[in-house]
T-cell receptor, first 115, second 112 residues
Framework: GAGVSQSPSNKVTEKGKDVELRCDPISGHTALYWYRQRLGQGLEFLIYFQGNSAPDKSGLPSDRFSAERTGESVSTLTIQRTQQEDSAVYLC?????????????FGPGTRLTVT | GENVEQHPSTLSVQEGDSAVIKCTYSDSASNYFPWYKQELGKRPQLIIDIRSNVGEKKDQRIAVTLNKTAKHFSLHITETQPEDSAVYFCAATYSSASKIIFGSGTRLSIRP
């Protein structure tokens, strides 16, 4: 079946502009995560959605970052007034958070470059 | 706070030798510990996971051990092969929920 998809795959934007990144999780997955991965670095947790519960936004680095999710489907991560330090790969993952597995399935990522 | 420490950050082993990567976590309520492998330019993929009710799990050449008292867990790869070269991430659940926090990663290189 279809895996997690993300769009765009690459985004180049000028400093100060807003960007919107999209994630389509696997159908039926109630949990959805956003991570940031700078070049050669680890996976930095940003935000976590679980069903209809309030999202865990504890990883968002500043108020320029926000995310939404419509029910248990698409999620968008918005970065306002982008800065050069926002340049990174943004990875989305989804999982079945109930039952026997919490395995996360990652999307291919969106490579964001802020010039 | 929520933290997963991972060591070493880089590891180079001779082909055929074993590799060990260690992680510690801070939340005693953590109950699920996955390991992900990320090859260059690709997305992370789950290779093995362990729950808090077991101490060890094996899958062919890879194994994971968990010490709940000490709050640490380790990945063991035996008979390493060139295709094992990648970045490996450990992770742990937090807040007794599915929120998953990752370690900083270990870049494993296998020398021919």
């Amino acid at each position: 079946g279809a895996g997690v998809s993300q769009s765009p795959s690459n985004k180049v934007t000028e400093k100060g502009k807003d960007v919107e990144l999209r994630c389509d999780p696997i159908s039926g997955h109630t949990a959805l995560y956003w991570y940031r991965q700078r070049l050669g670095q680890g996976l930095e947790f940003l935000i976590y959605f679980q069903g209809n519960s309030a999202p865990d936004k504890s990883g968002l680095p500043s108020d320029r970052f926000s995310a939404e999710r419509t029910g248990e489907s698409v999620s968008t991560l918005t970065i306002q007034r982008t800065q050069q330090e926002d340049s990174a790969v943004y990875l989305c993952a989804s999982s079945l958070s109930f039952g026997q597995t919490y395995e996360q399935y990652f999307g291919p990522g969106t490579r964001l470059t802020v010039t | 706070g929520e933290n997963v420490e991972q060591h070493p950050s880089t590891l180079s082993v001779q082909e055929g030798d074993s590799a060990v990567i260690k992680c510690t976590y801070s939340d005693s309520a953590s109950n699920y510990f996955p390991w992900y492998k990320q090859e260059l330019g690709k997305r992370p993929q789950l290779i093995i996971d362990i729950r808090s009710n077991v101490g060890e799990k094996k899958d062919q050449r890879i194994a994971v051990t968990l010490n709940k008292t000490a709050k640490h867990f380790s990945l063991h790869i035996t008979e390493t092969q060139p295709e094992d070269s990648a970045v490996y991430f450990c992770a742990a659940t937090y807040s007794s929920a599915s929120k998953i926090i990752f370690g900083s990663g270990t870049r494993l290189s296998i020398r021919p």
